[in-house]
């Protein structure tokens, strides 16, 4: 999920980190994360303290709570954008629950009339909205929130999944639809190195995450987790150093990409890139990368709109180099025959 590793990390923190690590009680369960490091990552993340929080092995056992708190296993509807993270359909389905996707527009955008039209009709307990969106990487309008969170203001809840919002030029949670009772931010720290963790969060103005934490599991944030993540809380600044440099990394990518024929790029908020191959095929494409040690993800059968798509996550700038390199080379070949 992210290419910079614990040795990365400048060696203070790696020193306090391995002493926390050493000086943890496995042998008891789990203390709660504390509320100093609970403020930490609201400062981090521009958000109010105040805000309700809940802890999540990874943000997906939050959604899960999510859709069990709104009714899914009793054949309950959920919405979203489509394409969009796999989780929220899969999950539904396993559920036993309704989804529905809305369609995007030919270049991945939002349609607003679509989408309140879909909600006036389906009535949906639960509408999600990646902000930005995988596995696209755009960034879909604000209002789009705040439409969802008016028409369902007595009937549902607006999941906000913040999982790629490290990779913005600066946090999108502007608007008073983030602080709404019936909107719910979800975030994680997979992205900015700490996938390994299994640590996910949920933040809302509402009353809402008392109702989900009678659902939560008990001790469900492991102590090794719980102890990293209050060192974390501590050294954010060196994980947005991380992000900023991937920022970098995927516009100086995206640059060298937009020479290339025989592709198309798609606009990127993430720390991946998306691209449709002109010619060939995607599946070709990823094998001959695979061969030559570059690995990406062909998303060709995922949706109707990413035909011949490729997803590539945004590397160190010697394996972005790599990846371009290969990627060249593969377009050559195209080209000769």
Known sequence: EAPYTFQDLPDSLQQKWLDTIKHTEANRYPPQLSQVAINKLYKFLNLPEGMGFIPGN???????LLMLLCGTARGGKVLSPSPSFSMYGHLTKALG???IEVDLENDFTLDLNKF???IKEHKPQLVFLAQPNNPTGNLFS?????LAAELLSDSGLVVVDRAYEFFLKELDVSGDYTKQANVINLYTLSKIGLAGLRFGFAATGGEIIHELSKLRLPYNINSLTCASIEVMADNLDCFRKHAD???TNRDELISELEKLDGIQIFPSSTNFILLRLLGGSSAECFKYLQQHKVLVKDFD???????????VSIGKPEENTLFLKN????LGLQTNS
């Not at 990874?58 to 899960?64: A, C, N, Q, R, W």
């Not at 059968?301 to 997803?311: A, E, K, P, S, T």
């Not at 990627?327 to 593969?330: E, G, K, P, V």
């Open 142 to 146: 604000n209002e789009a929130v705040k």
């Open 301 to 311: 059968g995922y949706h109707h709109l990413m035909q011949n798509c490729l997803r």
């Open 97 to 99: 629950g309704e989804f």
């Open 116 to 118: 309140a039209q879909a």
């Open 58 to 64: 990874g943000s997906d056992e939050i959604i899960m």
């Open 245 to 247: 440099n991937i920022i």
């Open 327 to 330: 990627l060249s080379a593969y």
